[in-house]
């Protein structure tokens, strides 16, 4: 796979215009923190993240004080926390974590009413030097992290 490198500022205000945006929509589901869906290993399944989305997360992680991004190797999140079993960056997270696979809140959101959304997070990852397409979690994650801390940045 080919490594995602982003190269611009990306627009984290319109990232979370779109978070907004999308809780303002009725949808018959509701996260209740369960967190099985943040244990990829246990579900079989990932969430695919835009670059910007992945910066702001990691943004939120490190707010909590954190400074070296690890990959658990229980296959969890890394922005689980192992110990409360609590997404750290909650308010932050992803677009796939907010309407993605999770049986306990109801299951995905249907594609078609978030279509919109989602083009517009595919548009700012292009902004940002990316495909315009999201990476596994932890990929994204890496980037974001590599990007945040200087190492990622074209010079
Ligand atoms: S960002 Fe938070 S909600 Fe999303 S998978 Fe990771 S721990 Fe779970």
Do not use: N
């Amino acid at each position: 796979m080919k490594k995602p490198r982003v190269t611009l500022e990306p627009d984290l205000a319109a990232v979370r215009a779109v978070y907004a945006e999308l809780e303002q929509r009725p949808a018959e589901r509701s996260c209740v923190g369960r967190s099985d869906c943040c244990r990829f290993r246990l579900t079989g399944e990932t969430p695919y993240v835009t670059l910007p989305e992945a910066l702001l997360a990691w943004k939120a992680w490190r707010g909590t004080g954190r400074r070296e991004l690890r990959l658990p190797e229980d296959g969890a999140c890394p922005m689980l926390d192992p110990t409360s079993g609590r997404c750290l960056v909650y308010t932050s997270r992803p677009f796939a974590c907010r309407t993605h696979f999770c049986k306990a809140a109801g299951g995905p959101r249907d594609r078609a009413a978030v279509r919109d959304l989602i083009q517009r997070l595919e548009t700012l990852d292009r902004a940002a030097g990316g495909e315009g397409c999201g990476q596994r979690m932890e990929v994204a994650l890496r980037a974001a992290s590599e990007w945040g801390t200087g190492r990622g940045r074209r010079r």
